[in-house]
């Protein structure tokens, strides 16, 4: 008897272990990722002057954010990230040495700076360091703008 009830409840513990491994299983999503440079003329134009990334790209993640999403693909060798220390946290700054420009008081110069989007809505106000969450099939595009100044 003792001996059923001992194979009874290793069956159980077998199956409560191979329950929570499934349960605890990361499905890979797919997200389409846009990187690009742009620039906007003297007259309000905005021209993609050169794209350094574009890829459906599959990765796991358990909390998939767009923070989460660009180290993976520094993981996966698509981009190089620039971060800078904030406190205790890590904080991204640009990507493939690519940073907003700053003046001589280290005041981030309006001119140049990360845009974020996903899906077309409006845009990310953390920029490249924002986690908000971003779920399989979206659209994220993130745009290097650089606006030039009209010559005189």
């Known amino acids: 008897m003792k001996k059923k009830l001992s194979l009874l409840l290793a069956l159980l513990m077998l199956t409560s ?7 605890s299983k990361v499905e890979p999503i797919t997200v389409k990722v846009v990187i690009n440079v742009a620039e906007e003329d003297d007259r309000g134009r ?6 350094i990334l574009e890829t459906d790209f599959a990765y796991e993640s358990s909390t998939p954010t767009l923070n ?11 981009i190089n990230l620039v971060t ?9 700054t640009g990507i493939n040495d690519l ?5 001589e008081t280290e005041t981030t110069m ?3 700076d990360w845009y974020v989007y996903i899906n077309d809505g409006d845009a990310e106000d953390n920029s490249l360091s924002s986690t908000k969450a971003i ?11 650089h606006y030039s100044i009209a010559k005189e």
Do not use: F, H, Q, S
């Open 46 to 51: 905005r021209e993609v002057t050169e794209t």
């Open 84 to 92: 800078e220390a904030d406190g205790d946290n890590v904080i991204i």
């Open 110 to 112: 309006e001119d140049y």
């Open 99 to 103: 940073v907003p420009k700053t003046d």
């Open 17 to 23: 272990i191979a329950a929570l491994a499934a349960c």
């Open 135 to 145: 779920a399989a099939n979206d659209t994220v595009t993130i745009t290097y703008m």
């Open 68 to 78: 989460d999403l660009l180290v993976k693909l520094r993981d996966a060798g698509k």
